[in-house]
């Protein structure tokens, strides 16, 4: 059974950046392809970056390309999400999930295991 433990969130004002951590245990990072998720007050959960097992291949929302990047480090056994010039509409819940699979997905019922998650709150 695998852990994921988010970390990084707060708050921050418009323009400003943070960086996510997700500290993954019990198995190897290097098994599973990794996504980030969010959620809003009053919206669904929402996809936002995904990094399939080798690092090679990464895709993002519509809504934070060009400012979010997805990476990974096996060796540490965590993925990050460096978020820059954040918005007010990216104030949410943050999660990571994992999937035994090589390759990534945007939809979350592809993934099997989900951290608790941190919030995130981008102020003005």
């Known amino acids: 059974q695998v852990q994921l433990v988010e970390s990084g969130g707060g708050l921050v004002q418009v323009g400003g950046s943070l960086r996510l951590s997700c500290g993954v245990s019990?198995?190897?990072?290097?098994?599973?392809?990794m996504a980030w998720f969010r959620r809003a007050p009053e919206k669904g959960r929402e996809f936002v970056a995904a990094i399939d097992r080798s690092g090679a291949t990464t895709n993002y929302a519509d809504s934070v390309k060009g400012r979010f990047t997805i990476s990974r480090d096996n060796a540490k056994n965590t993925v990050y999400l460096q978020m820059n010039s954040l918005k007010l509409e990216d104030t949410a819940v943050y999660y990571c999930?994992?999937?035994?699979?090589?390759?990534?997905?945007?939809?979350?019922?592809?993934?099997?295991?989900w951290g608790q998650g941190t919030q995130v709150t981008v102020s003005s």
């Open positions: 019990g198995r190897t990072l290097s098994m599973y392809s």
């Open positions: 999930a994992a999937r035994p699979r090589a390759y990534s997905d945007s939809q979350a019922r592809a993934y099997d295991y």
